[in-house]
């Protein structure tokens, strides 16, 4: 993104036309260049509201406290992540349009499902699916229905010639309620990790702290994978199909 000095302010190309103003830190003399301090300004790149960045730059300046910031920002979901499997092999087989229409057929399955369960946030982007609950268990029968009705559909006469499967990573705990899906943190990270790059088609993967909230149930298998040269242990679900 490109950023263009104007008079009395700042450009950010394809976000404002307008002129930003916002106030520079004054630069030092290990670091001899501006830096943008003015949430405002900040918060038009979207990375953050306007008020995460001031708590931020309010703790950066030591006038907050980490705790205060946490108490302030922190709250329980467990999230669910979920990849689609073959993009790129997709998008040179089939092309563009073909890839893109076999990312539609896997949200017109999924959103419903989500909903159906009681999401409280969801967030497609690319071939990613992200969505929050407030109950570990619903996530996972979310994504255990997920895989099922994923498996019908490429089962049916709708199912395109490169139909999708789904890669499921869930994580639950504390996370940082900012940024566009309100979850920032080690168990969002995870999750992550589990969904777009462990899991292969068809399996949900989970986080240690996810499976200490869900071990209780008798309908689904769990299998532990040790950290080993992994960045951390997390679980298999195995389920019915």
């Known amino acids: ?4 000095a104007a008079s009395g302010g700042l450009y950010f190309h394809n976000i404002d036309k307008e002129p930003v103003r ?12 501006p830096l943008l301090e003015d949430p405002v300004a900040l918060a038009r790149c979207r990375g953050w509201s306007e008020a995460v960045y001031s708590d931020l730059l309010a703790l950066q300046r030591g006038e907050m406290s980490e705790t ?4 302030t920002h922190l709250w329980t979901r467990a999230i669910l992540v979920l ?7 997709s998008a040179i087989s089939a092309g563009d349009m073909g890839s893109l229409l076999r990312i539609l057929d896997a949200q017109k399955v ?9 999401a409280v946030l969801s967030h497609c982007f690319a071939d990613d699916i992200f969505a929050l609950f407030e109950d570990p268990s619903v996530a996972l029968d979310a994504a255990i229905e997920i895989q099922r009705r994923v498996t019908a559909f490429n089962d049916s006469e709708l199912a395109s010639a490169f139909p999708t499967h789904c890669c499921i990573g869930i994580g639950y705990g504390q996370v940082l309620k900012i940024g566009p899906d309100l979850a920032q943190g080690a168990e969002m990270n995870m999750a992550s990790k589990l969904g777009e790059d462990l899991a ?4 949900i993967l989970i986080t240690e702290n996810t499976y200490r909230a ?11 994978h ?12 195995g389920y019915a199909v």
């Open 1 to 4: 993104m490109a950023l263009q």
């Open 22 to 33: 916002n106030r520079l830190m004054e630069s030092s003399s290990s670091f001899p260049y």
């Open 68 to 71: 205060t910031f946490r108490s």
């Open 83 to 89: 990849d689609m499997t073959d993009f790129t092999t």
């Open 110 to 118: 999924v959103l419903p499902v989500l909903q159906e369960h009681g």
């Open 200 to 203: 292969r088609g068809r399996e």
């Open 214 to 224: 869900v071990s209780e149930r008798n309908d689904v298998s769990f299998t532990h």
């Open 226 to 237: 040790p950290q080993d040269e992994r960045p951390f242990g997390f679980y298999e679900v």
